[in-house]
């Protein structure tokens, strides 16, 4: 009696726990069935905006771009790892820049976009595309699945590794130059600031003799800028800071002029380190008026422009306008509503897209007509600035 007692509770916890396994068996069937991965693209990435004009004031803390998304449906209430991943418009996601995400936002400083356009090799102040996309996986990896992609366009800015620090100003001085040591400076050689790491300045130099940059007009400054030695070859060479505290204190040479008297460029580039004096047709003078004229503005090569190609004057020597161009079109600067004797151009065919040197063309120019039209890059609104004092332009998108 006992026996089949004992037998029959024995069948009935073997019952219950094959019913409990297969129960749960079942469970983990459905949870299987239940998560999948969503299709790619079937879940949306978007950015706050497609087209990015990056710019280095305050860029540690302005958002330039941010991306949201949609939670992607594996079909079941599931812990989901995200990452936003990005890379060249042209790129095929193979060796993305991955993004760790933990909510369903991704923001971007200024600076932060501009350090990822530039190691995508992207230019600076030009612009070039990048895409991203979303991708999610379930807990260790598994489930990948991509969300759209979305693509931008991104203009970076250069970011500036000086060598030296930039002081406010910049003279020439020395016995190559008209002051011949004598102080105070004369304003005309007060060299101007081209950009934001050069100083230029389109001058006579003395054949033979010698000339430094310091950086007031009364006295002679500490630091001043001279040749790290006096081996330095006449028209360019590398220079340093020359003052009490630096290392050795005062040290350097003064740099040496070309061996003929003429007119120069000179230039000091605080990113590397180097000066440069190369050969001017003549020194410019700056005119009352520029206008930009050309098949690359809206008004084309038009025997006359109007003021709408008329630049502003920012300074006795700078002139600025921002208008449209057309890639591939040309341009000259023009003293008058007509084309004018002389007209500016491009010193040479081989200058730099975003800017470069210029000199006069005229009629009594050396040579006469000389110079290049300028050659407009992609289409697009530009800044251009024309500095008459270093005989160079610029170009900003």
């Not at 905006?49 to 990056?54: A, E, H, Q, S």
């Not at 098949?295 to 600025?320: E, R, S, Y």
Request: charged share 15%; glycine share 8%; hydrophobic share 35%.
């Amino acid at each position: 009696m006992k026996s089949n007692i004992m037998k029959n509770s024995i069948k009935i916890i073997i019952a219950f726990v094959l019913i409990t396994i297969s129960l749960n068996s079942c469970t983990d069937n459905e949870a299987i069935s239940v998560v999948n991965s969503p299709a790619d693209g079937s879940f949306l990435i978007t950015a706050s905006t497609t087209n990015i004009v990056l710019n280095n004031e305050d860029a540690d803390n302005q958002i330039a771009v941010s991306f949201t998304w949609e939670i992607a449906d594996y079909g079941a209430n599931t812990p989901l790892t995200y990452s936003l991943e990005m890379d060249l418009a042209d790129g095929d996601f193979s060796n993305p820049v991955v993004f760790g995400v933990s909510n369903n936002e991704k923001m971007f400083t200024h600076a932060e976009l501009n350090y990822f356009a530039l190691q995508f090799n992207l230019l600076p102040n030009v612009s070039g595309q990048l895409k991203v996309r979303l991708k999610t996986t379930l807990n260790y990896g598994a489930l990948p699945s991509y969300s759209n992609i979305e693509t931008i366009s991104v203009t970076p800015y250069e970011t500036l590794n000086l060598l030296y620090p930039m002081p406010a100003e910049l003279y020439l001085q020395g016995d190559a130059v008209p002051s011949n040591w004598g102080i105070p400076i004369p304003d005309s050689q007060k060299m101007t600031q081209i950009d934001n790491h050069r100083f230029g300045l389109i001058t006579s130099l003395v054949g033979g003799k010698n000339y430094a940059a310091i950086s007031v007009p009364s006295t002679w400054s500490d630091p001043a800028y001279v040749a790290i030695d006096d081996q330095q070859a006449p028209m360019e060479g590398d220079f340093r800071p020359a003052g009490s505290t630096t290392v050795p204190p005062w040290g350097g040479s003064p740099m040496s002029s070309p061996s003929t008297t003429g007119i120069y460029k000179v230039i000091f580039d605080f990113t590397s380190g180097k000066y440069s004096a190369t050969s001017e047709p003549s020194i410019l003078n700056p005119p009352t008026e520029l206008y930009i004229i050309g098949d690359a503005t809206p008004l084309g090569w038009a025997a006359n422009v109007d003021d709408t190609q008329k630049f502003n004057v920012i300074n006795d020597h700078t002139f600025q306008i921002t208008i449209d161009l057309v890639e591939g079109g040309a341009f000259a600067f023009i003293t008058s509503t007509a084309y004018s004797d002389p007209a500016y151009k491009a010193k040479t065919a081989s200058q730099d897209p975003l800017g470069g040197d210029f000199i006069a063309s005229g009629s009594a120019t050396t040579p006469a007509w000389g110079g290049n039209d300028i050659i407009a890059p992609s289409t697009g609104s530009y800044t251009i600035t024309v500095n008459f004092k270093s005989g160079t332009y610029s170009l900003n998108p």
